[in-house]
């Protein structure tokens, strides 16, 4: 019976193109992870106290980098090459040396590199590539996460000394939870406002050094510790630092933009303040899109694991045959199905933000537009990876309750990434906004008869009701028509905001009142703008298939995201007058029919997700669908031939 | 400007009816709670291996039994005050004690009430009451999880010396999950087939020796070993246990519905092997009672520390003002109020279960529709706790991954009562199937005039045109349409299930097969039910409160609860043709508006949520909303002045 399920589809071309913005550093990649793993004791620590995890996460980081291929050039050289070697550590599913190793190079390293000068990577580069020193990233404080702009902490110019005089003025300044500092970190870059006589100059970062490298004495006017336990990455030592005029010379402020001179004199070469700000903040794109692949990554991990194991999985069933495969239970398949539907035109979306990525960088307007949909992504893939690790754990029982199966471990190791590097609340509005400043640009251009075709065309079109009742099947199922209705979402959400943000301006509202009475609707306009460019990166991805059965069911797998999307929504569309009840309950059959059709690939479809040339070890995930062998095998139940 | 939040309820009262099915208890478990608290060092166990932490709860359990409350006839005579036991353990919001306690007293004490006969009461209770036996309740096998009746494990009786020879006969036989037995159990109540005289007698009990009291030596023919890590629980240690010749006398079997008498001749005082089978698991709800208090209880505590935050942190705002409290932003309050309402409107559905408990055991009738509602209810909130407790995480940001502020710990602990005491999936199918047959009753009796009155009047009343428009804001906000809305979606969704099993059978399928193909619309029915069930729950006790402006605000919430829940199901309701879309978007806004109007009274709301005398220690959810300074305590930063 089980042959049924091993339909032929082209496993290796469907893995090539869901990895295909990284496909030709595959190779590298996959040595790299060799050496990796042959020569470093590595897994996922499920059972240690974190102190223990800490050490023996710096450890392993030590000698990855010691192995020479991380350098902070190649943020810049070849950003791809640098993902690629990330991707290297990911077998162990532990983030820990991942995230310190991104602290380190990334975020401590690409801040030098971006903002800092020639003389700043000279003296430093070296160190940070042979991890003599080890770097953190001070930005936010105790009182100030989302909002870095408010932060408080002082740096205050000294010109007879030519030093900054470094103080935490309150509580709430208090450096927070920053990366590699409790026990290892050397130096950190420092976000603090420049005071210059007298004046509060904004926000500014001087790399700050923090111990000794040799002895990693704390220097005097620090004082650190520890943030304590964390829901994940436990191997990372995240710090809190308080400063007491503690003095740093001059050439530590990172000058690219603003400078002072040997003479004492401050030098800005941008417009204000806070344009320097958003530079910097910018240059924290790389680390985004780190947080777009990373829960995509680890979903499909899931998914293969969580979908194995309902192939193999067996309870209940008619009176006197073998029990059921849980997987043809539809509280199984029209979940799982649906679910790796997403993720997989998610994945779609992040290989296009690792294709634009160094793009990006080459005009204000490129950067604009790509931090902007990268935020959208990153908000959605979070929190969507989140809610189905959470929902994958049930749906493998008692078995999701073993640590063994990583699903728990997964979910709390992916669960900061709902936060760091800006919580969705903030995230969206970012999209949103740039989506609003986009269309009154266009607007401005077009002029109201553009402005007024553009409304009745969309007017005419939904409100057919040949259209709105239209229901064959073949219509449902068309690209074209979830082109169609993702479009119509993103369009009428935008007028819907524009609508609520007269209504609350007309009621005497400032802007930024009526912004944040819409916040609902903002993130509602973000969320439909990312499914739009989901979709159409998935479209993309599937005319990219030259294999006509492999290419007819990721199709088809791109169909079932579409729609179960949209029955996901229907309040909306309902709502809008977009779908007639009657299309929306046929829409709601074509899911369940497509999960259908999709059930017998998928064991092929997930065998094209990367599990790392089987370093991966989740006992319910095995090739082999022997989930009773390997979780006896990893609690050590004898396995001796039994009657 | 805080002071507006001051708004007066009376929340003692509203604690009171919060509480009401354990209100007389309430004396003796603070006497409990403080004797436990003052004697034993506890709280949650955030950063040990989890072999130290099996040691360190056991020891708490080893104390706390000794207390000497703790006696099984209190599930027989008094389940109420057994209940407000287990709640004085509460405050260290660690559930491994509490399970730990369960496990040997409900489970395992509670099968030798339920299923034993005197003699083993004699021969038992002393030693449970005294802790010098352990037990554990050893049903699930690696294979066989919500399936308890293919359990595989056997028990021979051999005629000759008047035993049962237990074994393992496969690797799927081995019991696994079994709670207090890798470590310091001494025996179990033994699930396993009974073959008597070569013939397969079904599923039996039988109290089976592990260890020696004394010695803690596991008895030979008994190999036993840990599950390992967990996700949560990880002070209870969970075992695999397996069975090789191993003897136990034929007293041991639990014989009140079956026995073997001295003579060797088996009588059973029941109609089938599965009939006995259905009083043994039923015996368990009491167990599944503490599944729907502990999500409840804990996700109060979780929305109390997140919505006190809410009130505490500020990010953004208009320029040169103090920044925004994050409670005034709509992403925040539009989530936390309505998952305030409904955790609230679950509060009092619990209290009917409370209340109910023993009344149900009187009739076969009662323990029926009291088991198919608990479960029901199990289903729901357990899934619903997750989901909130994860979104409560990142609501609260940076200090939400702070371990010390318990949200992803808590997530944790919970998330096995998704899985333990039936999944979901099975519940809701359970419920369904109760409501299924308590219909087809009625429509025997009341015969096809009673069944078409019914639908014909189900159809004028939703299909009026005025009906579905009518949208007055006091029409929408009435308790009566709430209510109406409810029961429509309850009898329409029977209805389509009825309608799809009608259609399946006429394709031929077999009952069972047109029922696992239904699975999706039969969890929808258990879940439409379950939320009239609490909506009804929910107003008797809105009728309770005297004081007027506590009960305002009290209803005002649970018609949030009503109307989110309606908002949240926009597709059944549109899709079914109850709601126009225009009323669809008037009762957005009408949710909106509740939120807006219950959020100055959200922290006396909170208030009135039970934190056991202040003992959970949670920095970001006190009562002086002063989160810096708690966490700063939490993490060493010293607390002199600063400037």
Redesign the interface.
């Known amino acids: 019976m089980e042959m049924d399920y091993k339909a032929v589809i082209d496993t290796q071309q469907l893995s090539a193109i869901r990895n295909e913005s990284l496909i030709h550093y595959d190779k590298e990649r996959k040595e790299f992870e060799k050496i990796i793993y042959d020569s470093i004791e590595h897994g996922p620590f499920?059972?240690?106290?974190?102190t223990t995890q800490k050490r023996l996460t710096n450890e392993i980081v030590k000698k990855v980098m010691a192995m020479g291929r991380f350098r902070v050039q190649l943020l810049r050289e070849d950003p791809k090459k640098l993902l690629s070697y990330l991707h290297a550590l990911f077998p162990s599913l532990d983030l820990s040396p991942i995230a310190k190793i991104v602290i380190h190079l990334q975020l401590f390293g690409g801040t030098i590199l971006e903002i800092g000068t020639e003389q700043h990577h000279k003296r430093y580069f070296d160190d940070i590539n042979n991890y003599k020193i080890v770097g953190g990233f001070a930005m936010?404080e105790?009182?100030?996460?989302?909002?870095v702009r408010?932060i408080e902490t002082t740096a205050t110019y000294d010109h007879s000394t030519k030093e900054f005089i470094i103080?935490?003025?309150?509580?709430?300044?208090?450096k927070?939870?920053i990366g590699n500092m409790s026990m290892f970190g050397t130096h950190v870059v420092l976000f603090c406002r420049l005071i210059y006589k007298g004046e509060d100059k904004g926000v500014h970062v001087i790399v700050t050094p923090i111990r000794d490298p040799e002895t990693l004495t704390v220097y005097n006017g620090i004082?650190i510790?520890?943030?304590?336990?964390?829901?994940?990455w436990n191997g990372v030592d995240n710090a809190?630092i308080?400063f007491s005029n503690y003095r740093v010379p001059r050439e530590n402020l990172l000058n690219r933009y603003a400078t002072i001179t040997e003479d004492g004199e401050y030098i800005s070469k941008l417009s204000s303040p806070s344009k320097l700000f958003q530079i910097t903040i910018s240059e924290l794109v790389f680390g985004r899109m780190l947080y777009v692949c990373g829960p995509i990554q680890y979903l499909g991990i899931a998914l293969k694991a969580s979908i194995r194991y309902a192939f193999s999985r067996?309870?209940?069933?008619?009176k006197g045959k073998t029990?059921?495969l849980i997987m043809?239970?539809?509280?199984h398949y029209?979940i799982l199905l649906p679910m790796l539907a997403q993720n997989t035109a998610f994945e779609f979306a992040r290989n296009w933000v690792i294709d634009n990525i160094q793009e990006s960088s080459k005009s204000e307007e490129k950067r604009e537009e790509f931090h902007a949909i990268v935020s959208g992504i990153k908000a959605m893939v979070t929190?969507f990876a989140?809610?189905a690790l959470?929902r994958l754990?049930?749906m493998c029982?008692?078995n999701?309750?073993?640590?063994?199966n990583l699903?728990?471990?997964m979910r709390?190791e992916l669960?900061?990434f709902?936060?760091a590097e800006g919580?969705?609340?903030v995230l969206y509005q970012q999209l949103s906004k740039y989506l609003m400043v986009e269309y009154k640009r266009w607007y401005k251009k077009e002029g109201m008869t553009g402005y007024i075709k553009k409304e009745v065309q969309s007017f005419l079109v939904t409100s057919n009701p040949i259209y709105t009742h239209y229901r064959s099947m073949p219509y449902l199922l068309s690209n074209e028509f979830h082109q169609h209705a993702f479009s119509f979402r993103f369009e009428k959400t935008r007028s819907m905001v524009i609508e609520q943000l007269n209504q609350t301006k007309a009621k005497g509202l400032?802007f930024?009142?009526s912004w944040?009475?819409?916040?609902?609707l903002v993130?509602e306009l973000a969320k439909a703008y990312t499914h739009l460019h989901t979709l159409e990166c998935a479209h993309r991805a599937v005319r990219k298939c030259s294999d006509p059965i492999t290419r007819h069911v990721l199709n088809d797998l791109i169909k079932l995201y579409a729609l179960h999307n949209i029955?996901q929504d229907?309040?909306f569309f309902?709502?809008?007058?977009f779908l007639s009840?009657g299309k929306?309950?046929a829409i709601s059959e074509a899911v369940?029919s497509l999960c259908q059709t999709l059930k017998p690939y998928a064991l092929s479809i997930v065998e094209s997700i990367n599990d790392f040339e089987g370093r991966l070890d989740i006992p319910i995930g095995k090739s082999d669908l022997d989930y009773?062998?390997h979780?006896?095998r990893?609690?050590?139940?004898?396995?001796q031939k039994?009657?």
Request: charge should be negative; include cysteine; hydrophobic fraction near 30%.
């Open positions: 499920l059972d240690v106290d974190s936010t105790m009182g100030h996460g989302s909002n408010q103080n935490s003025p309150s509580l709430t300044s208090t927070f939870w004082s510790g520890d943030c304590g336990h964390k829901v994940g809190w308080r067996r309870q209940f069933g008619e029990e059921e043809n239970y539809p509280t029209r929190e989140i809610v959470s754990r049930v029982g008692g999701g309750m073993s640590s063994h699903l728990g471990y709390n669960d900061v709902q936060t919580d969705g609340a400032t930024q009142q944040n009475a819409s916040l609902i993130a029955e229907f309040g309902r709502n809008t007058n009840s929306a309950v369940t009773i062998t979780m006896a990893k609690v050590g139940i004898p396995l039994h009657a």
